[in-house]
């Protein structure tokens, strides 16, 4: 029980650590940018289409939480690249 306590713990700080890093990106965002958010563990999700709207951004980054799940990276790069493609001036 210990472990498994410990590693929840860790989950949650490094998810915490993302989110704050996720709002240190909302925070550096030019005239002109937007973001959009995905979460990723075993599928990819879009939070919402792209925006400029920091308080959109900030609220959509306070909901996420973590599921537990095992992540799928190679599954999430896809979706990414795909994203991406259909933008001009990609910024990943």
Known sequence: PAASASAAETDTSRLQREKRAAFDLVDALQPGDRMTLLTFASRTVSLGAPTDDRTV??????????????????????VVASLSSSLSEPEV
């Open 57 to 78: 951004l900030a609220s959509r980054i306070r909901r996420i939480e973590g599921t537990g799940l095992p992540t799928d990276l190679n599954q999430a790069l896809r």
